[in-house]
């Protein structure tokens, strides 16, 4: 792969980390070293999940196909739901509802959510002997930064907007599981 190619690529890996960093920053207004340490998840599990998407494409590349847009699917909606549902609830400053949102697992299983198809980015790449370290650290290393944007834009927002920005964030990943699903199953063809 050219170096152009690995950088739309990175950068397509990255967007939906994106759209699902606006929201969560939205709601829970970061300071910059949590939008960081976010950012610093997100780009851990994108740059893992294409290489565990090349040694199960070279293992078996059918088992992987067969499931992923399922797993990215329930993924997002569950977290696309719990968006949707904490923003119609009234703000509260109760420490125990801001925990949950706020929650380390809340933010990987996200952070899942949106990579699964960098592992089938994975899976493609080992029948392309691609260089897949590289575009693994070049997939990573983008969405921490878009990331970490995301974050630090829904902060901005957040504070005027931040209740709509998280509904419109949780629809937005649901969409983007049902797309990928969608896509998957070639409902549309």
Request: charged share 10%; glycine share 12%.
């Given at each position: 792969?050219?170096?152009?190619?690995?950088?739309?690529?990175?950068?397509?890996?990255?967007?939906?980390?994106?759209?699902?960093?606006?929201?969560?920053?939205?709601?829970?207004?970061?300071?910059?070293a949590v939008a960081i340490k976010g950012g610093l998840v997100f780009g851990v599990?994108?740059?893992?999940?294409?290489?565990?998407?090349?040694?199960?494409?070279?293992?078996?590349?059918?088992?992987?196909?067969?499931?992923?847009?399922?797993?990215?699917?329930?993924?997002?909606?569950?977290?696309?739901?719990?968006?949707?549902?904490?923003?119609?609830?009234?703000?509260?400053?109760?420490?125990?509802?801001?925990?949950?949102?706020?929650?380390?697992?809340?933010?990987?299983?996200?952070?899942?959510?949106?990579?699964?198809?960098?592992?089938?980015?994975?899976?493609?790449?080992?029948?392309?002997?691609?260089?897949?370290?590289?575009?693994?650290?070049?997939?990573?290393?983008?969405?921490?930064?878009?990331?970490?944007?995301?974050?630090?834009?829904?902060?901005?927002?957040?504070?005027?907007?931040?209740?709509?920005?998280?509904?419109?964030?949780?629809?937005?990943?649901?969409?983007?599981?049902?797309?990928?699903?969608?896509?998957?199953?070639?409902?549309?063809?």
């Amino acid at each position: 792969m050219t170096p152009l190619s690995i950088a739309v690529l990175s950068l397509s890996m990255s967007a939906d980390a994106f759209a699902a960093s606006i929201g969560r920053g939205a709601s829970q207004r970061p300071s910059v070293a949590v939008a960081i340490k976010g950012g610093l998840v997100f780009g851990v599990v994108e740059a893992i999940t294409p290489l565990v998407g090349w040694a199960l494409g070279l293992a078996a590349a059918s088992y992987v196909a067969a499931v992923d847009h399922w797993i990215a699917f329930l993924l997002l909606s569950l977290v696309g739901g719990k968006m949707v549902w904490e923003g119609f609830q009234p703000e509260t400053d109760d420490p125990e509802r801001q925990a949950r949102r706020a929650s380390p697992w809340t933010l990987v299983a996200t952070a899942v959510g949106t990579s699964i198809d960098a592992a089938a980015v994975g899976v493609s790449l080992a029948f392309l002997g691609s260089d897949i370290v590289t575009i693994a650290l070049s997939i990573g290393f983008a969405t921490f930064a878009m990331t970490t944007i995301g974050m630090l834009i829904g902060r901005a927002v957040g504070h005027r907007m931040g209740k709509i920005v998280e509904v419109l964030g949780g629809l937005a990943l649901i969409a983007l599981g049902t797309s990928i699903l969608v896509e998957h199953l070639d409902l549309f063809a």
